[in-house]
């Protein structure tokens, strides 16, 4: 069966400081990825995806960045933080043959301070 | 482009009684509709789904929505509402030629006891 790990699970990290959360699935193979924001625990945003290695595509202008190193690895990253990026981040999954949903991770909590 | 509203933020229903949540949703193509609920400090679930078929689907812990075309609308329902399925609960859609999701606002659910 897949799984989908994030890590980590909670993050406080100052104003311009940088930024790495990193999402791994197991169990499957070329899945599309996701990186969603939830704000104030309501909607979601959708920040970044990918279709394949080193294939992004950015949703939202703003000074996050994404990557894709290896079949399975999505990081989320930042080179300096601003207080809005607080939120909770979601990485997700999709693609498996026969499917049309997205599968979630547990999530990461990030307070910049 | 493709949006869903959820018109209530907040449902509430004693024990035992029906639960409804309401969806519509606007695509340019035909849609695949699903539903997802969160619990505090954790990533989304996925319910069920609505891709092509028979108008009323079911899904997992006793959830079932019916999707109405004309009126645009996939309600997610439960005959018998439980404590336990208070929670966040989330409906999307996207359009059959994307894999982007577009996610509804939310609608917080409480069973009261």
């Known amino acids: 069966s897949q799984t989908i790990h994030q890590w980590p699970a909670t993050l406080v990290q100052p104003v311009g400081s940088p930024l790495s959360l990193e999402c791994t699935v197991e169990?499957?193979?070329?899945?599309?990825l996701y990186w969603y924001r939830q704000a104030a625990g309501r909607g979601l945003q959708l920040l970044f995806y990918?279709?394949?290695?080193?294939?992004i595509s950015s949703e939202v202008p703003q000074n996050l960045s994404a990557s894709r190193p290896q079949d399975r690895q999505f990081i989320l990253s930042s080179k300096k933080l601003l207080l809005s990026d607080s939120g909770f981040y979601l990485c997700?999954?999709?693609?498996?043959?026969?499917?049309?949903?997205?599968?979630f991770g547990p999530g990461t909590r990030l307070t910049v301070t | 482009a493709q949006s869903v509203a959820q018109p209530e933020d907040q449902v509430n229903v004693a024990e035992g009684n029906p639960l409804t949540v309401k969806c519509t949703y606007s695509?340019?193509?035909?849609?695949?509709l699903f539903w997802y609920v969160q619990y505090p400090n954790r990533g989304l679930q996925f319910l069920l789904k609505?891709?092509?078929?028979?108008?009323l689907v079911k899904g997992s812990y006793g959830f079932e929505a019916e999707f109405n075309k004309s009126q645009t609308s996939f309600h997610l329902k439960k005959p018998s509402a439980l404590v336990s399925d208070s929670a966040l609960y989330f409906c999307a859609v996207r359009d059959e030629n994307d894999y982007k999701l577009s996610f509804g606002a939310g609608t917080t659910v409480t069973v009261r006891a």
């Open positions: 609505y891709i092509t078929g028979d108008n």
């Open positions: 990918s279709v394949g290695i080193g294939q």
């Open positions: 169990g499957t193979s070329n899945p599309n």
């Open positions: 695509v340019s193509g035909n849609p695949y």
């Open positions: 997700a999954w999709s693609g498996e043959a026969g499917t049309y949903e997205q599968y």
